[in-house]
């Protein structure tokens, strides 16, 4: 039986039904000090395992090519959703968007105006007390 065989066919591990005692392969035991010295080793090791393979898929042609086919596949499902979105007359997201914008900033236009009249109906009543006050000296003079 293939060594994956059992995470294949999870069943073929209850046809056997009994756990084998043996290891598969011989287990070397090793001491703490020789262990810290592996380490640094094995990390060097890793890192340049790591380097190499990032090194081979940046190189290689079928990884650029997937990820061509990916993006252009990706810009094929958003143009479909705008002609879909489109043809059912809803907003796209970019739509939403750009409205929210627009009523963010009328509603800031709105403030000032209002800001404005405000300002404008304050000088009015000042105006208006002014020319009280002015008129009620003429009358007191004459």
């Known amino acids: 039986m293939p060594p994956n065989k059992a995470l294949i066919n999870p069943f073929a591990m209850l046809n056997r ?7 598969d392969a011989l287990v070397k035991l090793v001491s703490m000090s020789t262990e810290d010295e592996d380490q640094d080793g094995i990390r060097a090791r890793s890192e340049q395992a790591i380097g190499e393979l990032a090194q081979a898929l940046l190189d290689s042609q079928v990884l650029e090519n997937a990820l061509a086919a990916a993006f252009g596949a990706r810009e094929k499902a958003v143009e479909a959703q705008q002609a879909a979105m489109a043809a059912l007359n809803l907003p796209s997201a970019g739509d939403v968007e750009r409205l929210e914008r627009r009523l963010r900033s009328l509603s800031r236009r709105l403030e000032e ?15 208006k007390r002014q020319s009280k006050t002015g008129r009620s000296a003429v009358k007191a003079k004459d």
């Open 113 to 127: 105006a209002e800001d404005q009249v405000d300002r404008l109906e304050r000088e009015v009543g000042e105006l």
């Open 17 to 23: 039904r009994r756990i084998s005692v043996v290891p």
